[in-house]
């Protein structure tokens, strides 16, 4: 049974960074694409980005592209996320996931079939 553990969040004045951690066992990581998700309080879950299982491919939501940065590492089993010039709006509950299909080249939204507990982000303003 895959296992995912979210680590990293806190609290933030807007316009500062945060790096998340999220460190997976029990599956053989470096073959899936993996993604992070977020939830605000009140909404729903939301699409925050992905990778593929080698890195070679990224998608970002568009409410991130360009601050927040996702990248693996195929030896510690963990996938990274790295958020710059936070606002307020990234608040939430940060959840990472992994595919449940091997060697994906593309990645979306759709395609995460197991999810971590989460960890949360709070972006003062």
């Known amino acids: 049974q895959v296992r995912l553990e979210e680590t990293g969040g806190g609290l933030v004045q807007a316009g500062g960074s945060l790096s998340l951690s999220c460190k997976v066992s029990g599956r053989i990581f470096s073959r899936h694409a993996m993604g992070w998700f977020r939830q605000a309080q009140g909404k729903e879950r939301e699409f925050v980005g992905g990778i593929n299982w080698s890195g070679s491919s990224l998608l970002y939501a568009d409410s991130v592209k360009g601050r927040f940065t996702i990248s693996r590492d195929n030896v510690k089993n963990a996938v990274y996320l790295q958020m710059n010039s936070l606002k307020p709006e990234d608040t939430g509950v940060y959840y990472c996931?992994?595919?449940?299909?091997?060697?994906?080249?593309?990645?979306?939204?759709?395609?995460?079939?197991?999810w971590g507990q989460g960890t949360q982000v709070t972006v003062s303003s």
């Open positions: 996931a992994v595919d449940g299909v091997e060697w994906r080249q593309l990645v979306d939204a759709s395609i995460f079939v197991s």
